[in-house]
């Protein structure tokens, strides 16, 4: 009988097609395999946490995965080794037993994102952020954000024809503070549709810069129309932050 773990991980998404494997397509997801197949000297298999689109970072990651060893915890500089072998823009943090049927997808109970928005041309945040130029009115956009927490259903935000289920989600939180020369936007929810937060940024810019007010925003929510919705936000400015876990799938 395997054992099952929670591997958590780090990386930057400059360079990769997303999390999951595809054809042709160099992901995190396959050189995680890679590695952890190489150094745990067996065929290993992950399941991540979600998806992430090419060019979008993780701060915090987790996949589960299976092994024939009872207790990888007590193999000697384990972790040290795995980001021996893996390249510099991904990094494991920890790795966690956990019961049987825990899944790094399903188990989690929320995940937060955070998306960076460059208000001066930075080239060490070139890779990370938006760069805006202009006055933008971060007072509606967080009304804006009043307004998102108070509905469920955000068709109008995801991506057409991505084949889920529902498009209810619940957010806990959503928000947007300026730091610096940055704008952050925070957004925490039990789940996230495909594209989700990149559209909602999007749309939200539109209203900082005037271009939409906050009546026509809720008509877009409303209408659950993806074509009402503003432009997507770039991926290199979305950071997967958090995901949330029950404390007794963990041993």
Known sequence: MKT??????????????GWQIQPNSVTVQKILEEALSVVLNEKISTIGAGRTDAGVH???FCAHFESISPDLLTVRNLIFKLNQYLPEDISVSSLKKVVPDANARYSAISRTYKY????????????SSWYLHGNIDIGAMNQACDLLNRHADFTSFSRLHSGTKSNIC???KSNWKESDSRLVFTIKADRFLRNMVRAIVGTMVDIGFGKMDLKEFEEIILA??????GKSAPAKGLFLVDIEYPEEIFI
Do not use: E, L, V
């Open 170 to 172: 619940k957010i806990y």
């Open 224 to 229: 659950k129309d993806r074509c009402k919705a």
């Open 58 to 60: 993780a701060m915090y």
């Open 4 to 17: 099952r773990y929670f591997i958590f991980i780090s990386y930057k998404g400059t360079s990769y097609h």
């Open 116 to 127: 960076y928005i460059s208000r001066i041309k930075d080239p060490f945040f070139n890779n």
